[in-house]
C-alpha cells in the first residue's frame, strides 16, 4: 500500500541534543510538509517543499530546519531542542497537481519527540 | 489567533443516533474545508471535504454542511457507529493550487456509547 512513513515513531532526546526526524513515501507526491502537534492543541504547519522548493512559515524558529534530499525522503532537524519542542510531528504528503479542486493531504503516523 | 475554531473538545452520542460536530472559521480567503479522524497512535486521515462554492457534501454516513455568511461548517455522522469514536479535526485552506496549506482546528474527541 502506498503510504507516508515516519522513524522513529518515539523519540527520546536531551535538552539542547541535535535529533532528526525521518519521513518516506511511496506515493510519489510533489509536496511535503510537517507539522508541530502540541497536546490538546491544532497541528500547525512548520514548512512545506514543493518539489525541491523550500517554504518556510514566518512563525517557524530557527532552531528547526528541513531537508527534501530527494521525492521520496524528508527530513525534520531541530538543531537544539528546548522543553518547548517536546510535541508529535507529523509529516503529510500531497499530490500538488494543477486543475484539481484541491489536493488532500496524507499523513504519516508521527513521531512523538520528548525532550529531557 | 486561531482562525479554525471547534469549541466543543468532546461529545459522547449514543451508537445509531447522529453525531453532529461544529467548526467556526474567521478567514474569508478560506475556499475549502476538510474533515480529518484521528484515532491514537495514528496520523489524522482525510474524511470528507467541500468546496466554498457548494453548501453540502455527502459520502454515505457523513455529510458536510458549510454556511459562508456564518463562516460555520458542520459534519454529520448517521447513524453514529462505535468505529466512529475518535478525535475530528476540522481544517480550512485558502484553496488556491500551490497554497494549499491547511489551517486547523483543535479537535473535537466523539465518544460513541454503545
Known amino acids: 500500500d502506498a503510504m507516508v512513513i515516519q522513524n522513529p515513531r518515539y523519540q527520546v532526546t536531551q535538552f539542547g541534543k541535535p535529533v532528526t526526524l525521518s519521513c518516506s513515501q511511496t506515493l510519489n507526491h510533489n509536496v511535503m510538509y510537517w507539522y508541530q502537534q502540541k497536546s490538546s492543541q491544532a497541528p500547525k504547519l512548520l514548512f512545506h517543499y514543493y518539489d525541491k522548493d523550500f517554504n518556510n512559515e514566518a512563525d517557524t524558529p530557527d532552531n528547526f530546519q528541513s531537508r527534501r534530499p530527494n521525492t521520496s525522503f524528508c527530513f525534520l532537524d531541530i538543531r537544539s531542542p528546548g522543553l518547548g519542542d517536546a510535541a508529535m510531528y507529523l509529516c503529510?504528503?500531497?499530490?500538488?497537481?494543477?486543475?484539481?479542486?484541491?489536493?488532500?493531504?496524507?499523513f504519516g503516523p508521527g513521531t512523538r519527540l520528548t525532550v529531557l | 489567533d486561531q482562525q479554525v475554531k471547534q469549541n466543543s473538545p468532546s461529545l459522547s452520542v449514543q451508537e445509531g443516533r447522529i453525531s453532529i460536530l461544529n467548526c467556526d472559521y474567521t478567514?474569508?480567503?478560506?475556499?475549502?474545508f476538510l474533515w480529518y479522524k484521528k484515532y491514537p497512535a495514528e496520523g489524522p486521515t482525510f474524511l470528507i471535504s467541500?468546496?466554498?462554492?457548494?453548501d453540502k457534501n455527502e459520502d454515505g454516513r457523513f455529510t458536510v454542511f458549510l454556511n459562508k455568511s456564518a463562516k460555520h461548517l458542520s459534519l454529520h455522522i448517521v447513524p453514529s457507529q462505535p468505529g466512529d469514536s475518535a478525535v475530528y479535526f476540522c481544517?480550512?485552506?485558502?484553496?488556491?493550487?500551490?497554497?494549499?496549506?491547511?489551517?486547523f482546528g483543535t479537535g473535537t474527541r466523539l465518544t460513541i456509547i454503545p
Open positions: 503529510a504528503t500531497s499530490r500538488g497537481a494543477s486543475g484539481v479542486a484541491y489536493n488532500e493531504q496524507f
Open positions: 467541500i468546496s466554498s462554492i457548494k
Open positions: 478567514n474569508s480567503m478560506f475556499d475549502y
Open positions: 481544517a480550512a485552506s485558502p484553496g488556491d493550487f500551490g497554497n494549499e496549506k491547511l489551517t
